[in-house]
């Protein structure tokens, strides 16, 4: 059964994406499963329902709702700080811990729905920082489709992500500029192109 799990914002292309991955599956005889934790629109939701996939939009098990709630709170506090140090790096360093936290409750959903580690799965819209440590949280490898470089880890980040043991993670981006701006700041990132859209 292949698990897929797409940026939890509702904005993107990632529900189109999800159908053709699906259809692709199928043919295969795998499952997708979509876990998106901040919800989704209803026709979004019934549209995926109607394809046959699997839908969660909260967190299963006690590690992933406890990893979701870390993650909403350093939401707050990354949106706190920006408004107080607008021009510093702190906020954007707190906001990857946040998506870190809420990326590894998101498979960490599709691990305990399960009862084991997804044969496949993928995050649509990952960030590009601490993926090892998404991986050693929720216990689930992984592949990331990284669409943007928004900021680097700083090095109390590069120092929490050591902390994980490194897997040389795989993130997969849909052009080649992103591809080298991925290898250019997180060199041990191993990183590929591949267009999903």
Known sequence: MNRLEPATEHAG??????????RAAATTGHQVAVITLDGMP?????MLQE????????????????????????QRSAAGTRRLLP?????HQIALVARCLGEAAS?????????????????????E????????????PHLCVVHEVDTTEDRILRALGRLASPRRALALCPTRSVEDEVRERFPALRAGRRGLA
């Open 13 to 22: 292309h990632w529900q189109h994406a999800i159908t053709h991955i699906d």
């Open 42 to 46: 209803v026709h979004v939701h019934t």
């Open 129 to 140: 920082a601490l993926r090892d440590l998404a991986r050693a949280l929720s216990r689930t």
């Open 87 to 91: 021009h510093r790096r702190l906020p």
């Open 107 to 127: 498979l960490h959903t599709a691990r305990h729905l399960l009862g084991r580690a997804p044969e496949t799965a993928v995050i649509l819209t990952a960030s």
């Open 51 to 74: 394809h046959g996939v699997q839908v969660a939009t909260r967190p299963e098990g006690i590690k992933a709702r406890l990893l979701l709630a870390l993650g909403k709170g350093a």
